[in-house]
Structure formats: C-alpha cells, structure tokens
C-alpha cells in the first residue's frame, strides 16, 4: 500500500494505493470525520511501519537463506570427515589388532561426548548472552 496523487474531475487527490485499488483520502477523511492533513499522516506513518515489516522480513529470509547455505556446507563438510573417519578408524583397527568393530563403537561414543558437549555450551549461550565468552557467534 503506498500514499499517492490522482487526478479525478479534473482535481489532484491524494489517495492510498494497492495493487487493486485506489482509496480516497478526502472521501476516507470525511467518513472519518478527521482532517485530511491527519488522515495524510496517519497514512504515512502506517506505511513506514509496514515498510519497516517488510525490510525485517527481508532481512530474515536472507538470513534464512544463509542459514540452509551453511547447513548445506556444514553437511558435506560432515560427509566427508565421516568418510576421513571411517578410513582412519579402520587403519586404527588394523594397527591394534582389535576389531574394526570395537574400535568403531569407541570412536562413535567420543563423538557422541564432544557433541553432548557442544550442544551444552549452545544452550548456555542461548541462556546466558550477557555473560563475557558466551556470545552466539
């Protein structure tokens, strides 16, 4: 919606304009029983406060965007350490002599202990911003 001029029988109007329509602001204003100059305010500032939404909006569906990207990035950087890992946790296998098996389960446990741990120190990030050394980032 956008504040605008027309001209209608030959007078310039000001008017509020979406894509369908067009509303007259003297004839909104009398039905209001307000003053024009303040309905032409009331108007401007409803659309700044709309364009004010929409620009956050934009902002978060580019924040959005970039979020997916790096969970994309984050997803193939992880396929290819499981694949490192898988070869490294074989090579361990075959120098210790235990089974590929145990050496398996023993790596997936460590991991599964740094991630408890990562996920910990998000949510004391999440909980605590204020607190020095804590900030998302």
């Known amino acids: 919606m956008r504040l ?8 310039v109007e000001a008017a509020l ?3 369908s329509r067009i509303i007259s602001l003297n004839r909104l204003a009398a039905e209001l029983g307000v003053k ?4 032409e305010e ?3 500032e409803a659309i700044t406060r ?6 956050r909006s934009e902002m978060l569906i580019s924040l959005n965007k970039a979020a997916v990207e790096r969970d994309r990035a ?4 992880d396929k290819v ?4 890992d898988e070869v490294a946790i074989r090579r361990e296998a075959a120098n210790t002599g235990l089974p ?17 741990a990562i996920r910990r120190a998000r949510a004391l990030r999440e909980d605590y911003p204020h607190i020095e050394g804590t900030s998302a980032g």
């Open 81 to 84: 350490h499981s694949e490192r």
């Open 4 to 11: 605008c001029r027309y001209q209608h029988n030959g007078n």
């Open 36 to 39: 024009l100059r303040d309905l």
């Open 100 to 116: 590929w098996s145990e050496v398996h389960r023993e790596h997936f446990q460590a991991m599964s202990r740094a991630e408890t």
């Open 50 to 55: 709309s364009n004010a939404r929409l620009a």
């Open 42 to 44: 009331r108007a401007e």
């Open 17 to 19: 304009y979406d894509d």
């Open 74 to 77: 984050t997803a193939q950087r």
